[in-house]
């Protein structure tokens, strides 16, 4: 069975930074999409960011642009979330999703999902 395993989260202060992890099993990250999202309490599920399956372009929400980087390193199947200059509206359970196209925002277009980790930005 497919499985994407987050980590990383917690507690930091505003303006600052932490690394999230998305490492998989029974799936070879580096043939699919994979897209970061989050969800804050009470409000839907949103896209942060994407790298294609091919040719490994890198696209971010708006909210996130310049300040978010997403990376892979297909040696160690793992997807990563840098993220930096922390603000208190970043706070929300953060996921981890594959997907065998090239959708890059769209929840719906994501096969498989991680369980999520906890970002809480405190101000």
């Known amino acids: 069975q497919v499985e994407l395993v987050e980590s990383g989260g917690g507690l930091v202060q505003a303006g600052g930074s932490l690394r999230l992890s998305c490492t998989a099993s029974?799936?070879?990250?580096?043939?699919?999409?994979m897209g970061w999202f989050r969800q804050a309490p009470g409000k839907e599920r949103e896209w942060v960011a994407s790298?294609?399956?091919?040719?490994?372009?890198?696209y971010y929400a708006d909210s996130v642009k310049g300040r978010f980087t997403i990376s892979r390193d297909n040696a160690k199947n793992t997807v990563y979330l840098q993220m930096g200059s922390l603000k208190p509206e970043d706070t929300a359970v953060y996921y981890c999703?594959?997907?065998?196209?090239?959708?890059?925002?769209?929840?719906?277009?994501?096969?498989?999902w991680g369980q999520g980790t906890q970002v809480t930005v405190s101000s």
């Open positions: 999703a594959a997907n065998t196209g090239s959708a890059l925002k769209i929840v719906t277009a994501f096969e498989y």
């Open positions: 029974r799936l070879t990250l580096s043939t699919y999409t």
């Open positions: 790298t294609r399956r091919i040719g490994g372009g890198l």
